[in-house]
């Protein structure tokens, strides 16, 4: 029995995230890495590693942002993921996070650490439930928002996707 995006909700006790939909951090690593030893980009000490559940569906889409770690989202089930990959050397790409591996779908999608990154649902349909894990973990101050207009003057050969990837 296919369970509603309110059940997955409320199951997995999901919250509104300013940037990823509706989230669920499951796991944060207790190892703590010292500033010392992290890249000159974190300005403080930080977990290892975090792990959440995320949701995005046609009313709680994923905003463009980077995150200063690395990431690998794990597709679980639902419509669908594409992805709006703006990476710092100025290449782009968009990537489907799904189980249609035969159409080229990923279940698992990495994303390096520093990319700007927007998410739709492929296609009409109601959510999509995923995961994500960070190593390094991530704090809030790891996380900038992306500004659209700047993106497309970096990106002017992705300029129409970062348009209708960021379009309300």
């Not at 975090?50 to 990431?71: A, G």
């Not at 050397?89 to 799904?98: L, R, S």
Request: aromatic letters at 10%.
């Amino acid at each position: 029995m296919k369970l509603s995006s309110k059940e997955i909700i409320d199951l997995l006790h999901l919250e509104p995230h300013p940037t990823c939909g509706l989230v669920k951090q499951t796991y944060l690593s207790k190892t703590i890495l010292p500033k010392s030893a992290l890249p000159d980009q974190f300005g403080s000490d930080r977990p290892a590693g975090s792990i959440l559940y995320f949701m995005v569906t046609q009313e709680t889409q994923i905003k463009l942002h980077k995150i200063r770690s690395d990431q690998m989202y794990h597709f679980y089930f639902g419509t669908p993921l594409e992805v709006l990959l703006l990476y710092p050397d100025g290449n782009a790409e968009i990537k489907v996070a799904g189980d249609d591996i035969k159409a080229g779908m990923a279940p698992q999608l990495f994303i390096p650490g520093n990319t700007y990154h927007v998410s739709r649902l492929h296609e009409e349909g109601s959510y999509s439930l995923l995961g994500t894990s960070e190593w390094i973990g991530v704090e809030t101050e790891d996380v900038e928002l992306g500004n659209p207009e700047e993106l497309c003057n970096r990106y002017p050969h992705f300029k129409k996707e970062i348009q209708d990837f960021t379009k309300k």
